[in-house]
């Protein structure tokens, strides 16, 4: 889980989490691998039928804006998504992805093309875009964030550990 790599596919700034999953599936049904079937979809018709396992969504600044509902996260993760990389995201959208378990990283997105390799290094905070041969500086999750993405989330984190086990392992 530390070391992530895959494809980068492009979107812009203020993506709001009706963009990741409009309202009008997200109320018909609770099963993620159907509500992934339309991510991105408002924006990016067909969305779905691009991404390959561990792929990234990258965008700009304030990923995750609007409802604060764990839908998007979770469709995020069901379609396939190993991360989401942005300039900036709406905090309760970052705090969700962590609970449930999709890493999150905040860094400059402004070199990073559509379909762009990236390889993501969360525990040094590094994006290396592959493509472009150029090393990006991103955020360094707190070790206890990257212990809870490491154990799938904040409920398996709890159930492994009993609690928060926020020692760094080095």
Request: charged share 25%.
């Amino acid at each position: 889980m530390n070391h992530l790599r895959g494809r980068a596919h492009v979107f812009g700034d203020d993506v709001n989490t009706d963009y990741v999953i409009s309202g009008k599936y997200k109320f018909k049904t609770l099963d993620m691998n159907e509500l992934a079937k339309h991510i991105m979809e408002d924006l990016h018709p067909g969305f779905y039928k691009e991404i390959e396992d561990g792929d990234f969504i990258v965008a700009g600044e304030n990923f995750g804006c609007g409802s604060s509902r764990e839908q998007a996260p979770l469709v995020i993760q069901a379609a396939g998504i190993g991360a989401v990389l942005a300039k900036s995201f709406a905090r309760i959208f970052y705090r969700n992805c962590i609970n449930v378990g999709l890493p999150v990283v905040e860094c400059n997105t402004s070199e990073m093309g559509e379909g762009d390799e990236l390889l993501v290094d969360l525990k040094k905070g590094r994006v290396h875009n592959v493509t472009r041969d150029m090393s990006i500086a991103a955020v360094r999750l707190p070790p206890v964030m990257v212990r809870i993405l490491q154990d799938g989330g904040l409920v398996e984190h709890f159930k492994k550990h009993g609690g928060f086990k926020i020692e760094d392992e080095g």
